[in-house]
């Protein structure tokens, strides 16, 4: 290969990562998600976060990727078993849809706060599903199975 074609095989590349992975310094999802381990579902209790994780502020909703968003806040025992779900479901399709969380008892990012004021009507947990094209397929209060999310992601990947 000559020099020429190195150095544009490389910027090519470099180019793709950069646009596959959106400009530096913005996520859109959270990732390495996991459940507290101190939550008593049985109380209204403030256990702490429900969710943990990476990018935990991310809330860029991105096309291309299916997005699944939970509202929550921490005194709810509706919360903590949605949450449950939010994780079993991470497992389950991680690195193919986006997850988004909102800790509403935390400071909110700017994009966390756009979603608020867009789906959120003060009743939790709330879930929302968005397919790659940024459609809402699924948009509720109250909890939701994890094989009802399962039925609206899997036709969406």
Not at 71 to 99: I, M, P, W
Not at 129 to 155: F, H, Q, R, T, W
């Amino acid at each position: 290969m000559t020099i020429t074609r190195k150095i544009g095989f490389y910027a090519i590349s470099g180019f793709l990562a950069l646009f596959m992975a959106g400009p530096p310094g913005v996520s859109f999802a959270a990732t390495e998600l996991k459940l507290n381990p101190s939550l008593d579902y049985s109380s209204d209790s403030n256990d702490g976060p429900l969710i943990t994780g990476e990018g935990l502020s991310d809330g860029a909703v991105r096309k291309g990727t299916p997005a699944y968003i939970i509202f929550y806040h921490r005194e709810c025992y509706n919360s903590k078993r949605q949450a449950r779900r939010t994780v079993e479901l991470y497992e389950k399709y991680k690195g193919r849809a986006d997850f988004i969380i909102v800790d509403l008892d935390t400071e909110l990012s700017k994009e966390q706060e756009a979603l608020r004021s867009r789906f959120y009507r003060n009743y939790i947990p709330h879930v929302t599903v968005i397919d790659a094209g940024g459609k809402v397929v699924y948009d509720k209060s109250g909890e939701v199975g994890s094989d009802k999310i399962s039925g609206l992601l899997d036709p969406l990947l």
